[in-house]
């Protein structure tokens, strides 16, 4: 898009689901919506730490493209993937835990707001480095191809990603190898803080990977339907042409880049604008007029969902910081190959090897 208009919705809108599915959308959607408002909260309070990207906003690429997935298909994200962990099943008290850096956390307070993982739910994670998660995509379309199954990945990049040299090397190994990965560009129109008409030369970004072989689709992605419809048929083009995709996803976050962002790169105006096609607000608004949910209905739903998040940070509040002595659990080294230590910790006396902390702790073993 070259202008800060919304999306044009589709001449023909897409149909609904049955009730029960939409409104279970409908409730995801909300769950995510409030659950990134009360991380944006805590953060101010100084109960996160790090940098919180946020998805506010971008609710219908996360829901639209997630429900269009197997639950055996793989999901990759990046730095902002709260959603995605939500949306693939893990509980909202495991993710905020996370954010908390507690040892409830779902990676024990280890990776924070940019490194959620769940291997269970096939979510494999967020990234923090821009365009990272793209070999490794194409890494689980190779596994999958290797070992012959159905299984499909989806992996999630922004706009300013598509500008990165892992983008074109992804695209054409995934092309020549004919990996069922699909790439969806959520194109919220800004690289942090640069409108994406000053970042790429190429602004629609479906095309980019035409010249790798990669055929390309366009959703508006403040439509759930929309991007569900699209998404499907992506996943289908990978899965039985075994062939990767990928989408656009026009969408917008109402928010900054992360909680550190001052937005001076845009105006109220054009946020407004878009806030006239908030995602929630649509698809609920087509809910009532088709009598699938009343008014009372969506109030209770969302009621619901500002329940589940209460109930997130009380959890929270209540796990435990990990115990200093962890600090070294799960980082891998080689092993006697290696002349030296890994690492060395000053924080208690007499210097000592890190990866001796939690021996030293248990009483096992002294300080060098």
């Not at 290696?338 to 939690?358: A, I, T």
Request: net charge negative.
């Amino acid at each position: 898009m070259a202008d800060d208009l919304a999306p044009v919705p589709p001449a023909t809108p897409r149909p609904l689901p049955e009730p029960d599915v939409a409104r279970e959308w409908l409730a995801t959607m909300f769950l995510i919506r409030r659950f990134e408002e009360r991380a944006g909260e805590m953060y101010a309070k100084a109960k996160v730490g790090g940098f919180l990207h946020l998805a506010i906003g971008e609710e219908a690429t996360i829901v639209g493209a997630a429900r269009a997935m197997r639950d055996q298909d793989f999901l990759i994200s990046t730095y902002r993937s709260h959603g995605h962990a939500l949306v693939r099943g893990t509980e909202p008290e495991r993710v905020m835990a996370e954010l908390f850096g507690r040892e409830g956390g779902l990676c024990r307070g280890r990776g924070g707001s940019m490194h959620m993982f769940d291997l269970e739910r096939r979510f494999m994670g967020g990234y923090g480095i821009v365009g990272g998660n793209l070999p490794i995509a194409a890494g689980f379309g190779l596994a999958s191809d290797y070992l012959g199954t159905g299984d499909v990945t989806v992996c999630t990049f922004g706009d300013g990603a598509s500008n990165q040299g892992t983008f074109g090397e992804t695209m054409n190994l995934a092309a020549l190898w004919s990996l069922p990965v699909v790439f969806m560009v959520t194109n919220n129109r800004f690289g942090m803080g640069t409108a994406v008409e000053r970042h790429s030369a190429v602004t629609d970004l479906k095309v980019k990977g035409e010249s790798f072989g990669v055929p390309g689709l366009e959703c508006d992605g403040m439509d759930i339907l929309d991007t569900h419809a699209v998404m499907t048929e992506a996943l289908r083009m990978a899965r039985e042409d075994r062939r990767p995709v990928l989408v656009e996803a026009e969408t917008y976050r109402f928010r900054g880049h992360s909680m550190a962002d001052p937005e001076e790169y845009r105006t109220k105006e054009e946020v407004l604008r878009w806030r006239e096609r908030d995602p929630i607000d649509l698809f609920a608004s087509r809910l009532v007029e088709a009598s699938v949910i009343t008014p009372s209905d969506r109030e209770a739903i969302d009621a619901h969902a500002q329940a589940a998040v209460d109930r997130a940070v009380e959890f929270a509040e209540a796990s435990p910081f990990p115990a200093p002595e962890s600090l070294y659990d799960d980082v891998y080294v080689l092993g006697r190959q290696v002349q030296g230590w890994y690492s060395v910790d000053e924080r208690s006396p007499g210097v000592h090897r890190g990866e001796d902390e939690r021996a030293m702790a248990d009483g096992t073993v002294t300080g060098h």
